[in-house]
């Protein structure tokens, strides 16, 4: 197994690290697992973690309209305000603009919000 893509594969996996971790505690460790046990037990154990990085711990908030969707994307690759319009190639001012209501999307912004920050271009459409 590579990947874990359900919930159901994760607690499959997770039952057989439990069973690993068991065994070996009730036998004084884990030097009592074979080096077979222990290589499978650690392939699963990053199995589990690849699983569980990818799971929000709490359901985020999906953004309502442009605003958001920016303040999201600055949250999600910690950036302030100034930054986010240095990744987009825009002034300062510009972005600003945009995000006090000044200022429309154009066309050239709304391809950099696409291909730079993968913003959904029907939410660009309907929100812009």
Do not use: C
Not at 16 to 40: H, N, V
Not at 41 to 59: C, N, T
């Amino acid at each position: 197994m590579y990947k874990i893509n359900s919930e159901t594969e994760y607690r499959q996996v997770m039952d057989r690290i439990e069973s690993y971790l068991s065994r070996a505690t009730a036998q004084g460790g884990g030097e009592t697992l074979s080096p077979k046990e222990k290589e499978d037990l650690k392939h699963l154990s990053l199995l589990a973690e690849s699983w569980e990085d990818g799971v929000p711990i709490m359901p985020l908030r999906q953004p309502q309209n442009m605003v958001e969707m920016l303040e999201f994307k600055m949250f999600e690759r910690k950036l302030k305000q100034k930054e986010l319009a240095e990744v987009l190639g825009i002034s300062a001012t510009r972005l600003s603009e945009v995000m006090q209501g000044k200022r429309k999307v154009n066309i050239d912004l709304a391809k950099r919000l696409y291909t730079i920050l993968e913003i959904d271009p029907a939410f660009i459409l309907e929100k812009a």
